[in-house]
């Protein structure tokens, strides 16, 4: 039986997910970096940091982050001279979300991480996020494999792009919206933890909604959107006596609650 890949600590989400070459064509083949391969770019390259120190932040061995650095540049390389489409998504990753030791990447703690990129936003820029797939809001916010993110100022969508979750459970979830610097929620169900989750850290909850996500982000701009205040999801509390549980971050990415 081969060992478990072991979780590759990332300080936190890229602020950008996606590029594109000047002039390129719909249909290329895009080149994936998963995030812990650019955590390793942004460690070993622009913080000047060795393969060594790499692998201690990241929580795994030196020859391990040795092994994701070639494979990352290489992808780089393609991507450059290629001139491909080059999308930040997936890996065997745990971000970082407060839970655990304090986040030493380049000398920093993950408070002043999360005030930087909140710095990176604007301070007049709304982030909503919407539990996502296909096109529609996922009705478990428990189990969502994807949040679509849009940035608003003056009651207009400035852009939007759609982050990969990595399958991380209710807990982690809520740390996956803090570290994306979310001030709002648009949801279905979801449970009493989760809500209390979302409201420590100041995240704004629009939950039992349904429908297209963009429709729906235009409706709670334009003020119409339909929403439950007193929402709740039974699947996380049932087998708990209706009190909330910690089954959020189990290991890398996989949910094992229930």
Request: glycine share 14%; with cysteine.
């Given at each position: 039986m081969p060992r478990p890949k072991k979780c590759r600590r990332v300080c936190d989400f890229p602020r950008t997910l996606t590029f594109f070459p000047e002039g390129g064509k719909s249909g290329e083949r895009v080149v994936i970096l998963t995030v812990d391969e650019y955590e390793v770019i942004r460690l070993i390259d622009k913080e000047g940091l060795s393969q060594e120190q790499c692998g201690e932040l990241m929580g795994v061995a030196r020859t391990t982050a040795q092994q994701i650095y070639a494979a990352a540049r290489k992808?780089?390389?393609?991507a450059l001279v290629d001139g491909l489409p080059l999308r930040i998504e997936g890996g065997d990753y745990q971000l970082c979300n407060g839970d655990g030791p304090p986040c030493r990447c380049n000398g920093c703690y993950k408070q002043k991480l999360n005030q930087q990129y909140a710095r990176s936003k604007g301070e007049t820029v709304m982030r909503i996020a919407v539990t996502y797939e296909n096109g529609s809001i996922f009705q478990h916010f428990g189990h969502t494999e994807q949040f679509k993110v849009y940035d608003v100022e003056d009651g207009k969508v400035l852009s939007s792009q759609v982050v990969d979750t990595n399958g991380s459970g209710h807990g982690a979830l809520a740390g996956v919206l803090s570290a994306l610097r979310a001030d709002a929620l648009i949801c279905g169900g979801i449970g009493g933890g989760a809500q209390a989750?979302?409201?420590q850290a100041g995240i704004k909850l629009y939950g039992g909604v349904s429908g297209s996500a963009d429709e729906t982000v235009n409706a709670l701009l334009a003020g119409t959107l339909r929403f439950d205040s007193a929402v709740h999801c039974d699947h996380h509390d049932h087998e708990h006596g209706g009190e909330?549980?910690?089954?959020?971050?189990?290991?890398c990415g996989h949910h094992s609650c229930g």
């Open positions: 992808k780089l390389a393609d989750a979302l409201a909330p549980h910690a089954c959020g971050d189990h290991g």
